[in-house]
Structure formats: C-alpha cells, structure tokens
C-alpha cells in the first residue's frame, strides 16, 4: 500500500556537497587456519587507514559502507544483525519505500527552519541519537562522543541504561542548556521496585534528563543468526566482549500495565514506552497519562516479521485522534530503517514528534569517532531541507 504525503512547514540549512570515493570489498576467509585469520586483519587494518576522508562521505549508506569494511566481523555482526530470516529488518528499511509525496508548489521557502520542540525544550532538528548497547565496540570513547556530537548539533541523545561510563561522570559531560533523555529497562524485580528512588536521583541531580523511555519490547535477546552464525567462526577469544550482550540467558523482568501505573505516579519525568507496536497499546498508555510512545520493533532484532513502525505510527496517531488526543499532547516517536532526511519527513508527515536512529551514527563513530557522528546528523539536516524545498 502506498502513501501520499503533503508536506508540513518548510526549512532552511546550508551545507556543502561532498565527493565519495570507494573502498575495496571485503574479502574474508571462515578458515579458523592463524596465517588466514592473520591475513584478514591485516586487509582489514590497511582498508582502515586508507579509508576515505570524511569529506567524502554524502550519505548514511556510505557511512554503513565503510563500517562494513573495516569493522572486525563480530563487530559488524553484532551491530547489523536482524532476528532469525531479517525480514523485520529489511522491511523497516522498505517500507519507508512505499510511501511517496505529494507536494505543493509556488510556497515561500526563503524562511526555513529544522527546529522542533520536545517536552517543551527546543532541539536544532526533529531526530535524535537512539540508545544501544556495545558502543566501546566501536570506539574507546563509545557515548561519550554521541553525546557530545548531540551536545554540538543540538539534538537529543537518548542515553543508554547500559553505559560504557560511570553515570555521574557521564552525565557530567552535559551541558545546562542541552537537553537528553533516558532509556530504562529493568533486569530483576528489585530494581523495578528500587525504580522511585533511582528517578528521584535523576531528578534532582540530572536536571538536564528531560524524559524516561522504559523498554516494553525486550523480554529476552531475540534469535540473531547471523551475528551467531559469524562469532562461531571466530576465536572466542576475539569476540569475548559481545557475550553480556547476546548470551540468550539475558533475561529482563517482566513489567505490567499495572507496574506502568505506578512507575508514573513514582516520578514528575515524562514517561514514554519503547517499544510499542500496536495502535491500541498506544492509545492505552495515552489513557493512562503516560507522555508518549516509541513506535518500535528494536531495529529488526527482536520478533521477526514484526510490521515496520513507520506502518504502526500512521495507525496509531488517527487512533488518538479519533479519542480526541492532540498531536502535542501525546508524542509519538519511532525508530527502525531511517536512512534519509525524507525518512523523517515522512514520520514527520504521518504524525511523529520525533525519530530515532541507532545503527547509522554507530557506524558514523566506527571509523570516523565524533566528527563522523557531528558529519551523519549534518548530512540528515541537509537531506530534510533538500526535500522540503523540492517542489
């Protein structure tokens, strides 16, 4: 099914063109043989330092090139990974492909602007840096250059309940006038219970964390095959560090609408739900004074064959306004398959306040670090005015 979309107000960003160069295929052996393995770590570390200058670099895709390039293969099968047979993966990527503009013409675009406003702080552009684990796996100083890549762009950075950091020293690296939010999930019963008195602290002594987003879509760690299939290949030793990662005895406690209900009244942040996907769960947690949903089925690594939230979010912002809930006073967000500045103009269109994207800037900081990261969100703010402006 295809969508047409009229476009909202238009925007006004200044950027200039680059010029991509290419880099060689990767070509890796599975023969466990240490002159082979030797080898490919050799091609792999010259692909890195010959890699092409980040003047190069036009489009989120080339970012995913060069990572896939000169990433160690567990990195990348960590980080690229979808659930089982990667449909849900594919689709969250496609599906934005079946949704086309229909725009006006002959409109004053000589005042444009990309700014928007989230829990009443105002953000340089309507898209933020999602949360996820194994950051370090790509760079040392992991979110810590997110954060600051945000920080310098002036968008928010969904920060992440398993940091690299010590979280007081992380936070420290925020600014008073930059704003974040919280990504939260519990592991057992005692640290839901514990929950108040961990937001309190947030409260009092992170003023700077605007929002909790509580993970809903994480019962345990979907059935990645491929990044399964690639570790196995490997020397155990080479892919230690993935294990608290992937280890299917991962378990996270199970939370309830109920707990939800007290979860709210325990604190004065906002709270959205991650992980939604369906219309009626959102409408739900509009019912029960929560402050908005993350549309989301966890970038394709989770249920596979679990539908693109981009299709989710369409359904769900007419359910809320069919119940007469404004499009302010409930937010929507979603995250999955973004790739392009019109990704999120079309989220945008069909109701969202917000979009996340995860894999593209942990590419961006792969082989680039913080100034890929600062270049990635540059290059999705020249992608929106690009395609507002277009007639």
């Not at 340089?124 to 194994?134: I, Q």
């Amino acid at each position: 099914m295809f969508r047409l979309l009229n476009l909202p107000r238009l925007l006004r960003f200044k950027y200039q063109p680059l010029t991509l160069t290419t880099v060689p295929l990767l070509s890796y052996s599975n023969d466990n043989d240490d002159d082979d393995d030797d080898l490919v770590e050799m091609e792999r570390l010259h692909r890195l330092a010959n890699k092409p200058p980040l003047s190069a670099i036009l489009s989120i895709s080339d970012f995913e090139h060069v990572a896939k390039q000169t990433l160690p293969p567990g990195t990348w099968g960590y980080y690229s990974t979808g659930s089982d047979d990667e449909f849900s993966l594919r689709e969250n990527n496609y599906a934005f492909g079946r949704i086309f503009f229909r725009p006006k013409c002959l409109v004053d675009v000589s005042e444009m602007s990309t700014e928007t406003t989230l829990f009443s702080d105002n953000f340089d552009a309507p898209f933020y840096c999602s949360a996820f684990a194994g950051s370090p796996m790509a760079h040392p100083d992991a979110e810590k250059n997110l954060l600051r890549a945000c920080m310098a762009e002036n968008i928010p950075y969904l920060i992440p309940y398993q940091l690299s950091f010590p979280f007081t020293d992380f936070m420290n690296i925020s600014t008073n006038n930059h704003f974040n939010f919280h990504q939260v999930h519990f592991y057992t019963k005692e640290q839901l219970i514990n929950a108040p008195q961990y937001f309190a602290n947030l409260e009092q002594n992170h003023p700077n964390i605007k929002a909790l987003f509580i993970n809903v879509d994480l019962p345990c760690i979907g059935n990645r095959e491929k990044d399964t299939k690639i570790r196995n290949s490997l020397d155990p030793l080479a892919t230690s560090e993935l294990s608290v990662f992937v280890s299917p005895a991962v378990k996270y406690h199970n939370i309830t609408w109920d707990d939800m209900v007290q979860l709210k009244s325990s604190t004065k942040l906002p709270i959205v739900l991650k992980g939604v996907l369906h219309s009626e769960d959102v409408l739900k947690a509009a019912q029960i004074g929560l402050a908005g949903c993350l549309i989301s089925n966890h970038g394709g690594r989770q249920l596979d064959f679990a539908m693109p939230p981009i299709e989710i979010l369409a359904e769900s912002r007419e359910l809320l306004r069919k119940n007469n809930i404004g499009d302010n006073e409930f937010l929507l967000f979603i995250d999955g398959g973004v790739r392009r500045g019109s990704d999120i103009i079309k989220a945008l269109c069909l109701g969202a306040n917000g979009v996340g994207l995860g894999r593209p800037f942990l590419y961006a900081m792969a082989t680039y670090g913080q100034p890929g990261v600062e270049h990635a969100i540059k290059i999705l703010k020249y992608h929106n005015i690009k395609s507002f402006i277009q007639p």
